[in-house]
């Protein structure tokens, strides 16, 4: 696939196919936490997301699939074979056309998007400091004018999640922003966000979490649950300050939220 993490499409033994991260990606072993972990914290909150597996990969797969490699500038080494992240494609790829991006005028046809708004919550409060990804997908519906797609979002790519592998949050008034305003004309002031900041105050419990963690494969962190759980804490005090960032967000010259006044 596209994109750093260089990730492999897969077919999985559930007969299901999978964008599979490995652990020996070239941006970080921890961006596979922050992928299962930002999924299922966005998950709670009621957003849009794709499904998410836990993929073994075995040593002999890799032997045999020459294809199954990392590349950097020089060199070529192979996946890392044991448990990688795999985010759930939504249905077959051989007839699913999906989207990274759709023009302006599509945005329009997008049926939940809405949820860009709840997105940003998500991405102030983990501090994600890649801009926002989507994909979008079409909708059949019976008897529908061939005319007009209309489409749907989910939210994938939680990598850079918690500053990627740094675990710290240094935010900025731009950072997980989407790159149209267009998906935030729904927006028209603080109340907009209301609903989602109280499901980041409300759905997050403690035994969530600790399901989460006892998910995560302990060599995606390198065994080193005091960083996780530091990281756990400090997502936990930072849901107070979300107001602020958005409120820096909408003070840029950016004027992302156009309906804000
Ligand atoms: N669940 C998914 N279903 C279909 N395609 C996906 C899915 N997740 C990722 N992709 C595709 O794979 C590409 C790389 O995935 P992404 O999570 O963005 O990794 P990276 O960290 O490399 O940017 C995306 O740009 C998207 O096109
Ligand atoms: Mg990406």
Known sequence: MRGGAQSHLMRCDDGNYYVVKFQNNPQHKRVLVNELLGTRLARRLGLPTATVEIVYVSDELIKLTPDLCVETARTKIPCQAGMQFGSGFPGDPHQLTLHDFLPDKQLLEVENLDDFTGMLVFDKWTCNTNGRQT?????LRD?????????????IDQGFCFNAGEWNFPDAPLRGL???????????????????????????TERMLDAVIREIPPE?????????????????????VVPELLLAAKNTTRHPFPNWI
């Open 143 to 155: 008897g529908q004018d061939a005319q007009t797609t209309r489409y749907r979002t989910i939210m």
């Open 220 to 240: 995606w962190y390198e065994d080193d649950l005091d960083a996780l759980w530091r990281l756990i804490e400090q997502l936990h005090r930072r849901r107070s």
């Open 178 to 204: 989407y790159s149209r305003n267009r998906v935030y004309e729904g927006v028209t002031g603080r109340g907009s966000f209301a609903v989602w900041l109280k499901r980041v105050e409300k759905h997050i």
């Open 135 to 139: 994909l979008f997908y079409p909708v």
